[in-house]
């Protein structure tokens, strides 16, 4: 992965339900942290949905139990910023546009960064909540002055090929039947291959994420569970995107 940028010191991730910031992100965070860096985490719901438990399924409980969870998952890496827009799980497509893009534009004023990551359109998975957080996080961006870059997580066309078999056989993408957006490696802006010691940091920070963790790494085993998350990898966002920026990208990316 090219290095083609410097390490951001204040580092803002907007995502929708807990668990997706350690996914695509953790060994990000962690090495912003690590270098004297803040890290700030705004997240649309909190996963109330996220349960095959009916007792626990849409309830308070549960809500509740997943915003705990990612409080002590962002902590293994040292941050301590979490916030929340307050949203139901899977219901992002139902609310106020303009509300939400107002929250996130708020969040951006406030931290100040200098850099922002996100899903891209696709959302990766499809999810509809996905794809709305990507969104509004770009709307909102276009209203700031924009100093801040704005990234997408991305997969590249050789991750997909790698895990192919594992994710048709874990059905990844088939419940919204969309394929992620694909990159090249000279599209990758922003790459992060973890080392053995920072994989192994975001794994706690995974596990700290039980109620969603435990039985995926049981089922495809741990060795590829951890090959699965090593890498992290983000675009630039473009016009195409609906990202209006008026100046070069001047910051991110890191081996």
């Not at 509004?136 to 997969?155: F, G, I, K, S, V």
């Not at 089922?219 to 016009?239: K, N, P, S």
């Amino acid at each position: 992965m090219p290095l083609r940028r410097a390490l951001p010191s204040r580092l803002l991730g907007v995502w929708a339900p807990p668990d997706d910031e350690a996914s695509l992100s953790a060994g990000l965070m962690a090495r912003v942290i690590d270098a004297g860096g803040s890290v700030t985490i705004l997240t649309a719901t909190a996963g109330e949905k996220g349960t095959d438990d009916p007792a626990l399924y849409d309830s308070a409980e549960f809500a509740a139990f997943r915003r705990a969870e990612l409080v002590a998952s962002v902590a293994e890496l040292g941050v301590t910023d979490v916030r929340f827009l307050g949203l139901r799980d899977g219901e992002c497509d139902v609310a106020d546009d303009d509300a939400q893009i107002s929250a996130v534009s708020d969040v951006i004023d406030d931290v100040r960064p200098d850099a922002i990551v996100t899903f891209g359109p696709d959302g990766i998975t499809g999810h509809p909540d996905h794809r709305k957080v990507s969104g509004w996080t770009t709307q909102a961006w276009n209203r700031t002055d924009r100093t801040a870059e704005l990234l997408y997580a991305a997969m590249t066309k050789g991750f997909l090929a790698r895990h192919a078999e594992l994710h048709d056989r874990l059905g990844v993408f088939e419940e919204y039947g969309r394929k992620p957006a694909s990159i090249g490696t000279s599209d990758v802006a922003l790459g992060c291959r973890l080392t053995p010691a920072e994989l192994e940091r975001k794994r706690r920070a995974l596990a700290r994420h039980a109620s969603q963790t435990i039985g995926l790494a049981d089922v495809v085993g741990e060795e590829t569970y951890l090959r699965w998350w090593a890498d992290e990898t983000f675009r630039i966002a473009t016009a195409c995107d609906g990202a209006h920026s008026p100046h070069t990208p001047q910051l991110v990316g890191v081996r």
